[in-house]
T-cell receptor, first 113, second 115 residues
Framework: DGGITQSPKYLFRKEGQNVTLSCEQN?????MYWYRQDPGQGLRLIYY???????QKGDIAEGYSVSREKKESFPLTVTSAQKNPTAFYLC????????????FGQGTRLTVV | KQEVTQIPAALSVPEGENLVLNCSFT??????LQWFRQDPGKGLTSLLL?????REQTSGRLNASLDKSSGRSTLYIAASQPGDSATYLC??????????????FGQGTILTVHP
């Protein structure tokens, strides 16, 4: 079935550690997005990519990094510079060339221990 | 900058009631508006996408309306059921330029339908 797969579902990070969240899609969508969700704050955009080998910062990019080496994959690295990384992370994709429906993965819950 | 507001923040109703969730946005130059459902600890499931040229979109017991000129959308849920309990989010995309497809979300309405 076509869709977006995020892994892992739960992730625990120690202080000072970098961790990488995976997002894979088989929808042949060009554009991919990472959002962060905190209670009471809604979803905020971290990074997005409209084509392979290109990406832009969203509203809260500090402490995060991404890569887009393949159309299907858009991994997010939460670096030690991100001081408050505990949150729910959601990946999304849409096809380029038309404004249409966005599809989301099932999310990754990141907790600092 | 686009801002999206959802009212009410939370709603609790008995089973069988018809209900309306509200979404307002500050910039009326939108291409579409999307309503999502989110269950606790889960991702977002798309419910309805209403294009800017449409005034209504229906799926089963759900009906979404859009009034671009006033910057408002409503999601109508008919004959609510306990299984409808979830958080409902509306979102509008930025169009064109380098921020293509970037979604701005409301903070959501937490719906509880009790038996």
């Amino acid at each position: 079935d076509g869709g977006i797969t995020q892994s892992p579902k739960y992730l625990f990070r120690k202080e000072g550690q970098n961790v990488t969240l995976s997002c894979e899609q088989n929808l042949n969508h060009d554009a991919m997005y990472w959002y962060r969700q905190d209670p009471g704050q809604g979803l905020r955009l971290i990074y997005y990519s409209q084509i392979v080998n290109d990406f832009q910062k969203g509203d809260i990019a500090e402490g995060y990094s991404v890569s887009r080496e393949k159309k299907e994959s858009f991994p997010l690295t939460v670096t030690s510079a991100q001081k408050n990384p505990t949150a729910f992370y959601l990946c999304a994709s849409i096809p380029r060339g038309q404004i249409t429906e966005a599809f989301f993965g099932q999310g990754t819950r990141l907790t600092v221990v | 900058k686009q801002e999206v507001t959802q009212i009410p923040a939370a709603l609790s109703v008995p089973e069988g009631e018809n209900l309306v969730l509200n979404c307002s946005f500050t910039d009326s130059a939108i291409y579409n508006l999307q309503w999502f459902r989110q269950d606790p600890g889960k991702g977002l499931t798309s419910l309805l996408l209403i294009q800017s040229s449409q005034r209504e979109q229906t799926s089963g017991r759900l009906n979404a309306s859009l009034d671009k000129s006033s910057g408002r959308s409503t999601l109508y849920i008919a004959a609510s059921q306990p299984g409808d309990s979830a958080t409902y989010l509306c979102a509008v995309p930025n169009a064109g330029g380098t921020s293509y497809g970037k979604l701005t979300f409301g903070q959501g309405t937490i719906l509880t339908v009790h038996p």
